[in-house]
């Protein structure tokens, strides 16, 4: 009798186990399925998103959140195989990960990006005029102790310094890598922290790394008197602001939804990110309470 | 078109280790493996008997007086049950709060104290508690002190239990130090974890394979400890 | 202003009552995992389990293996398992099946073996076949052990799936992963406190299983 219980209980779970790994694998959303946003694991990136996700909800349609999922590496596949439908992403960065032109000039790395996301069934929208760069950042103490507002002024005391930064850092074009081949930085250390996260801010402000990979939109290196060092050289590119979103889900949904998220990234400026991700890392503000009141203050929700 | 950047290189997982293992901040430098190699070891021992100068002091006295089983028992039960990943995370806040630095052992320590501490602290007691009460009876019986019955009799015949307890805090400190990288931390993990950020292969695979050699050499090398320091007469051929 | 001086409250209700749907969802992506690698687990282990009772020789080599796979530590296996199934839920449960599989053999042949030789006598001398003599006597007297061993196993795992987080997944490791990407403490507190919790009821409930499994027992004390 007891045997009789576990064999079927053996096989009760069994079949659920089977129903949900089938329920696992996502198609990606078709008219009537919901619409699922991602972002990248720092909070501009899920403050953004949840405005995307907000924005939307208030409009009627169907919203998953599937935020802080990593950096590109990984959300980039999530994108393509519709494990995510759309996403904030920075025309830059993009650009130089699928191998397009990237420049200083937002329309061409635009078009560039979008042309060669198309490949693998991803759009771009439109980009907003809110642009986020990668920012190589020092305290005013190190600043001044080796006279340091370029990040060329670092060639001469890299090797005296230790870097901190993402844990792809070295690999990035845009981060250790570009630093080397641009600049010819050599650093005495890296250091493998967060993206621009409260672990790097800390690592900083604790003296503990000399120079942080943070973004031009975080409030706190003004808050905290820090020096963002001048790109003389120009290696970081147009970093503006633009959804990525599968083509699948562009077809599906049609105008509206195009119409309503070029909304969001009009009304999107650099001020209003630095200031949301002041209040997010400084005053540890909730992402998602942020959004809404971004959305609230530009008349997208009552 | 220039080959994307960041994206997952073209490289077989054997290419990519190859690769790892032929750069040189691979062997040397801040991140080398002999480093990483000797932050986990360091920190794993150090927890380990930091935790055991803690507990077994007062296991001891549980477990000589016979009492306290229960409390045992419930303290390997709430051991297991915490996830050391969190307390790894509870333990980081509350160090750099404290003014630690974010690069410094300290929390990844602290948690690694916390948690060698439940199975060796259940397993003195237990040890000591199922000696056979009639062994201490007779050793009471022919004048022994309560002193040394404990180290006479009660003791060496736990140790077996005892070291095994050591053992499992071991494996469980070695594996969760993997974590440490986590918070910012280095050890072993650091491959892992950067292996992962990187998509490169050959560094996660590399990492994953020398820290699970480290816990297999940990383990076997201490049941070989824990053989030898085992009393002769307790020995049973298995 | 220094981030390092700032205290967030330690638990933010509001953001808790905000985030019950996400809190659902990592409780059902948890309990998931877990259930699934622990049933995947039972199943292996029995087949393990009766091939070393079976062919004794056997119990060495498999103790051996498995014993190998529970020592390494769980973030190496995702990492090991990468190259060959990726960063998914597959990759979670293989590793967190083969966690389950030392546990449940051992405490599997343990139990069979702590079967008393009476009763292995009286069942001979009753005239049962062996075939039924192990699963309508050794079996039930040995499930008590067996189901202690999955108790083990289930907390085990329950505090494991927290690490999946780096895979994407983590049930309430998510919070806690989360949480330490923000520094806000509700987040790693809720994180900790439901894995706990959930790995509470399970023991709880684990061992009243053995208690109800057992009734011999009870009245024996």
């Known amino acids: 009798m007891r045997r009789a219980f576990r064999s079927r209980a053996v096989g009760a779970i069994l079949a659920v186990a089977l129903v949900v790994t089938a329920c696992g694998s996502g198609d990606g959303a078709v008219d009537g399925e919901p619409i699922k946003v991602g972002s990248f694991a720092f909070n501009e990136s899920v403050i953004v998103a949840e405005i995307y996700a907000q924005g939307l909800e208030t409009n009627g349609y169907e919203v998953e959140r599937s935020l802080n999922l990593g ?232 | 078109m220039a080959q994307p950047v960041g994206a997952p290189r073209d490289m077989s997982v054997w290419e990519s280790i190859e690769s790892f293992l032929s750069e040189p901040e691979t062997w040397s430098g801040p991140g080398s493996i002999w480093v990483r190699l000797g932050e986990h070891l360091w920190v794993s021992i150090v927890a380990v008997v930091v935790a055991a100068l803690l507990v077994m002091p007062v296991a001891v ?83 022994l002190t309560e002193r040394e019955v404990l180290t006479g009799v009660e003791l060496p015949l736990a140790v077996p239990v005892i070291m095994e307890g050591v053992r499992i805090a071991l494996v469980q400190v070695i594996a969760t130090a993997t974590l440490g990288a986590l918070v910012a931390w280095g050890g072993l993990g650091r491959f892992i974890v950067d292996g992962f950020a990187q998509q490169d292969q050959g560094q996660l695979v590399a990492g994953a394979v020398l820290v699970g050699l480290l816990a297999v050499v940990a383990e076997l090398g201490f049941s070989k400890l824990q053989r030898s320091a085992t009393p002769r007469g307790l020995r049973t051929a298995r | ?92 449960v293989i590793a967190l099946t083969s966690y389950t599989l030392l546990i449940i053999v051992r405490n599997l042949v343990a139990g069979i073996d702590g079967v008393p030789e009476a009763v292995i006598e009286a069942a001979d001398g009753m005239g049962y076949t062996r075939r039924a003599r192990f699963w309508r006597m050794e079996v039930p007297l040995a499930l008590p052990v067996i189901v202690a061993g999955l108790r083990i196993a289930t907390v085990t795992t329950v505090g494991l799936v927290t690490v999946t987080a780096v895979l994407g997944l983590g049930g309430y490791g998510f919070f806690i992963l989360r949480g330490l990407n923000t520094f806000f403490w509700t987040q790693i507190l809720v994180g900790v406190a439901l894995s706990v919790i959930l790995a509470t009821i399970l023991d709880i409930a684990f061992v009243l299983l053995e208690r109800w499994l057992s009734p011999w027992a009870r009245r024996a004390t």
């Open chain 3, 1 to 92: 202003m220094s981030l390092l001086a700032q205290t967030s409250p330690l638990i933010d209700w509001a953001w808790i009552s905000r985030n019950m749907g996400q809190i659902v969802d990592r409780t059902w992506e948890h309990v998931t995992l877990t259930a699934v690698s622990v049933s995947i687990g039972l199943l292996l282990s029995l087949v393990l389990g009766l091939v070393a009772l079976r062919w004794r020789w056997t119990y060495g080599p498999i103790t051996w293996v498995t014993g190998l796979m529970y020592t390494i530590p769980s973030l190496a296996l995702f990492a090991l398992l990468v190259p060959i199934v990726g960063l998914n839920a597959t990759n979670a």
């Open chain 2, 61 to 143: 006295w549980f477990g000589h007086t016979r009492r306290g089983s229960e409390v045992a028992t419930a303290v390997v039960n709430i051991g297991r049950a915490l996830p050391s990943f969190g307390i790894l995370a509870i333990s980081f806040l509350i160090l750099v709060r404290m003014g630690a630095g974010i690069r410094e052992p300290w929390a990844v320590l602290v948690a690694l104290i916390a948690l060698a501490a439940p199975p060796m602290f259940t397993n003195t007691v237990a040890g000591i508690q199922t000696v056979e009460p009639a062994t201490v009876e007779s050793a009471r019986g022919m004048g």
């Open chain 1, 71 to 302: 950096n590109r590496e990984v959300v980039k596949p999530a994108l393509e195989s519709g494990e995510i439908d759309v996403v904030p992403e920075y025309i830059g960065t993009l650009a130089g990960f699928l191998g397009a032109e990237q420049s200083a000039d937002p329309a061409a790395t635009w078009e560039a990006a979008k042309t060669a996301f198309e490949e693998v069934g991803v759009t771009l929208l439109q980009y907003s005029p809110a642009q986020d760069k990668n920012a190589y950042v020092v305290t005013a103490e190190t600043a001044a102790e080796y006279g340091l507002s370029t990040v060329s002024d670092l060639q001469p005391v890299a090797g005296e310094l230790v870097f901190g930064g993402p844990p792809e850092c070295p690999e990035r074009d845009l981060c250790l890598l570009g630093l080397q081949e641009v600049y010819g930085l050599e650093f005495a250390e890296f250091v493998s922290l967060d993206a621009a996260g409260p672990i790097t801010i800390a690592a900083l402000e604790g003296g503990e790394i000399d120079v942080a990979l943070l973004f031009t939109t975080q409030g706190i290196i003004a808050a905290n008197g820090w020096v963002s060092l001048e790109d003389d050289l120009g290696l970081n590119p147009a970093e503006n602001l633009v959804p990525a979103i599968r083509s699948e889900v562009v077809d599906a949904y049609g105008d509206d939804l195009v119409t309503l998220l070029d909304s969001y990234s009009e009304a999107l400026t650099t001020e209003d990110l630095t200031e949301l991700n002041r209040r997010a890392d400084l005053d540890q503000e909730d992402p998602a309470l942020l959004a809404e009141e971004w959305l609230t203050d530009n008349g997208f929700i009552e």
